[in-house]
Every structure is written in structure tokens, then in C-alpha cells.
């Protein structure tokens, strides 16, 4: 029989795990040993516990697999609960390891170093952010815990936890067999796939919107060729942002509500019918829409339930959902009357001496695009995140609905790690929290490019709150620092300095490549402007009524 350390490696690499980010500490020392010995998985070791946490959640976000972030006991686990707690809000799949201690310290009268309030504290509070935990201290147990656990972060597309005490690495189980996946009822399954086909074939302005599930779920072809099957349009959320980056044929544009494209807000908001797919209700996707989501012209499919007006189908997974679809519809010709809108991105920067704006900055790497092809994204939030907004749509993994800052760096970190080469996108405060986490890089032979926002700001805050003088951050120079940790940096002022400084990157491979682009305070991204005032204008809305 195998060691429980063996067979749980093998289970989250059937479950589709490909790497793992973590790092060491005294409780998880026993686990490390295996993960690094057994070469079943291959192992990325970061400096934080946060940068950890985004690491494995956009790794999850890219690959469709498991993300597998594995820290120690205490002062490792909670040092990733900001980084899981996201992860739980934007549906991915993260499976959190924590080292523990063994039966016998939890029993030896001694307060143990690590321990906040009892040992199970740490247990209680990842309950908050996960779908299933499981403790594995019996061997008789544990493999049909790892198994359940493993199942509901595939089929529920959410972070789950499972605690590791170190005596149990060497403990003798059986292998762990997947379980199942649970398909929806077919009787139930035909009659809503019937509702919605009849809902659309009435509908005279319909849409289809689709958001971050899609792809958790590993939807998107299937969901492009159904948009074409039935002549519908299409467009993504702000978090959906480079779903479907293989489909320009299908994908209309981004909604922003007030602040986006006039056109794509129209093609949303005279809808008669909406078909949301993977969708999340929130304020970020939805806050600056001219007219608020309205159950009686919207169908919506997220979390494993199907709700059509006030029909609620439940234990209804969104893969089974959209091959109905495809297996029951007829091809449809679109209505001439049907708008398909397409986004139309800037290109042709002007390479002279003026100053850089943030949509520059945009334009800038669309021209790069079209010289060496679309590289897939990490943004943090601010306004480099609405900036990316007006880039072509390409894949991208960003926390645009739980909005913690720190995300971007060792997202593209866990997205180089997956194979990939990642343009990252992050503004100068973001980078202040995990933007050192590139001195990694050299280690593990990754080389993302990396444009810091510079503009000696929290400038997200200052569009908001401009008075107060804490949004003011020092010049830290990151591109000398740069060169310091393994990799090439260059400061940029001006918009010919920024092309040639994007082209030298792209041309640059083997180590990271970090452009420092020097923004003047109050300067921001055209999109974000928009959103700014369609805010404002909301909240006084709000307000008035």
C-alpha cells in the first residue's frame, strides 16, 4: 500500500493538479520531503504565503486543473487566507494543504508554537473560505476524504481544504479512487433545456453574456460553436475579461455598463432576452448598468443552478447544460435586426517624445501584438486592470470582483510556471506588496514581462478620495531593483521610450523583463475615467432615491 504523502500526490495529479506552490515550514517539512523526492508533481517555492495563494489560483485559472497551494501549520495557512478567500469569490479551484501537528503534540498539554486560539482554529477559520475540508489523521479514512474533497473542487469550481499532520506522511493507505461526477437528472435537464430554446426562439433582441465559470468549467469552445449554432451575440463581463480569446468571430466586446463601449452597453441593455452563462452577480461585473439585471427577461446558469425567470433548476452543471443546448437546437439565422457590434481596440501609437498616458500604454502592446502575437495576461486591480480593458482580448486572470491588490506578479509567476509567457500588468502600490516575488524567476528559468504602472500613487484610491495625501507613495526605482534579482529592467518616460522598451522585452527571453513606465499623478486610463463618472453618477442616484 501506498504512503498517504504518495497516494494524495497521485490523487491531485488525477484530478488534474500539474504543479505545486509553496512554501517550506516546520510542520510541512515531512510532506516537502516527499513532494520534492517523488517528482510526481513538480514543486514552485515562493517567498510569501499570499503570493503562493494567487500563484496556484491562476495556474488553476489557465490549465482548467487543480491549483495546489501547500504551506505550514499557523503562521503559513493564515498568511494565505486573503489569497483563498479571493479565490473562493472568483470560483477557483484551489486545494489548500497545511502541514499540522501530530496526534501526539495536539494531546501534550503544551500550547504549540504556531497556534492562534485552539489547535482546530485554523481548521474553523478555512471552513469560512472553502467548499470541503477534511483533516487527514486516520489512515482508514483518508483516502475516501482526499477523494470527496477533491471531487467538490472540480465540480464546484471553489477552493477546498485539506489538513496534513507531519506523522502522517509515511502512514500505509489505500490508493485514493476518484469519485463520480454527479450529472445533472436528464428528465430535469430536458425540460430546462426546452425553457430556454423556446425562451430564445421568442426573443426578439437576445444576448448571450458570459463570465469566469466558462472557463473553470472548460466551456468555451463548446459555448463559441453554440453562439454561432444559434446566431446570438455575445459579450463578457468585466471579470469574464479573455473568455473566448480563440474566438474574435464570436465575441462582441466587454459590458461595462456606463463606462464601456456605447454599443456593447446596448446590446445588453435593450435586450429582451439575456442568457447569462457562468455569470456572477456582482457589483464589479454589474454596479454601472443602466438598468438593473430584471429576472423576467435574464436566464442565468452559474454555481450548478439553472434560473429562468422564477424557475430555479438545481444540481444542473453548466457542461451538461450547454451540450443540451447544442444536442437539441437548430441552427438559427440571425434576425436582420440583430446587432453584432464589435470593440474596436487602439493601434498605432505614436513613437515620439511625449509623456505616457495609461491608454498609451494599451495601445502600445496591441502593437506589440500585432508584430509577435497575443501573449496571455495577469493584471492586478486599478487602473492597470481597466486599462487591459482596452487590449485585445486575450487571456487573462485578474481579481476583478474580490479586488485584492497583490494579485498580479505571482499570478503570472503561476502562469509562467504552467508553461506559458505572461505579460503582467501591475501598478507601483500592488507592486510595493508581492512584485519581489520575480526574484523567483531566475530559479525556475520563467521569463514574464512585466509593465509597472509607475505614477508614485495609489491612483485607484486617489480617483475616489483625491484630498488625502496617503494615496502619495516614494519613488522606489523598480527597475534598478530589477537587475538586482535576476532580471532587466528599464524605466520609460516617454512613448517612444515605451515601444522600444516593449519590443526589447519581447525579443528578451530567459529572464524577466520588468518596463517601468513613469505615469504623471491624475493621469489615468480613458476606461477607467468612464468608470469613475458612471459610478459617481450611480452613487447620486442611489443617493436621490
Known sequence: ???????????????????????????????????????????????????????????????????????????????????????????????????????????????????????????????????????????????????????????????VYLEFPRDMVDAEVEAVVPLPSRQANQEALG?????????????????????????????????????????????????????????????????????????ITQLVEDADLVLMLGVILSDTNFALSNRAPDPRRMILAASREVQIGHHVYRDMPLGDLIDALDDRATKRTAPTTLPRQRTAYPRGLVADGQPIAPSDIATAINDM???????????????????????????????????????????????????????????????????????????YGLDPIVVVFNNCSWEMLRVFQPESRFNNLDDWHYADIANSIGGTGERVATRAELVAALERAAQRRGQFSLIEVMLPRGKTSDTLARFVAGFKSARERMTKA
Open 1 to 159: 500500500m501506498p504512503a498517504l504523502a504518495h497516494a494524495l500526490l497521485a490523487a491531485l495529479k488525477d484530478h488534474g493538479a500539474r504543479e505545486i506552490f509553496g512554501i517550506p515550514g516546520d510542520f510541512v517539512l515531512p510532506l516537502f520531503k516527499v513532494i520534492e523526492e517523488s517528482d510526481i508533481l513538480p514543486n514552485v517555492t515562493l517567498s510569501h504565503e499570499p503570493a503562493v495563494g494567487f500563484a496556484a489560483d491562476a495556474a488553476a485559472r489557465y490549465h482548467g486543473g487543480l491549483g495546489v497551494a501547500v504551506v505550514t501549520y499557523g503562521a503559513g495557512a493564515f498568511n494565505l487566507v486573503n489569497a483563498i478567500a479571493g479565490a473562493y469569490a472568483e470560483r477557483s479551484p484551489v486545494v489548500v494543504i497545511a502541514g499540522a501537528p501530530g496526534a501526539r503534540e495536539r494531546v501534550s498539554g503544551f500550547l504549540l508554537h504556531h497556534q492562534a486560539r485552539t489547535v482546530d482554529t485554523q481548521l474553523a477559520v478555512f471552513k469560512e473560505i472553502t467548499c470541503d475540508q477534511a483533516v487527514l489523521s486516520d489512515p482508514v479514512t483518508a483516502p475516501a476524504q482526499i477523494a470527496r474533497v477533491l471531487r467538490s473542487a472540480r465540480e464546484m469550481s471553489l477552493p
Open 191 to 263: 425540460e430546462c433545456v426546452e425553457e430556454i430554446l423556446g425562451r430564445i426562439e421568442r426573443a426578439v433582441r437576445p444576448v448571450i453574456v458570459v463570465d469566469v465559470e466558462i472557463r473553470r468549467y472548460g466551456v468555451e469552445d463548446r459555448i463559441a460553436a453554440l453562439a454561432r449554432k444559434l446566431a446570438l451575440p455575445l459579450v463578457t463581463t468585466f471579470m469574464g475579461r479573455g473568455l473566448l480569446d480563440k474566438a474574435d468571430d464570436v465575441v462582441a466586446g466587454t459590458y461595462l455598463g456606463a463606462a464601456g463601449d456605447p454599443a
Open 369 to 443: 501584438f500585432d508584430r509577435h502575437g497575443r501573449m496571455p495576461m495577469t493584471s492586478d486591480i486599478g487602473d492597470c486592470l481597466f486599462t487591459a480593458m482596452e487590449i485585445d482580448n486575450t487571456a487573462l486572470a485578474a481579481p476583478g470582483y474580490y479586488a485584492g491588490m497583490g494579485f498580479g506578479v505571482p499570478a503570472g509567476i503561476g502562469v509562467a510556471a504552467t508553461g506559458l509567457r505572461p505579460l503582467v500588468l501591475v501598478g507601483d502600490g500592488a507592486f510595493q506588496m508581492t512584485g519581489w516575488e520575480l526574484g523567483n524567476c531566475r530559479r
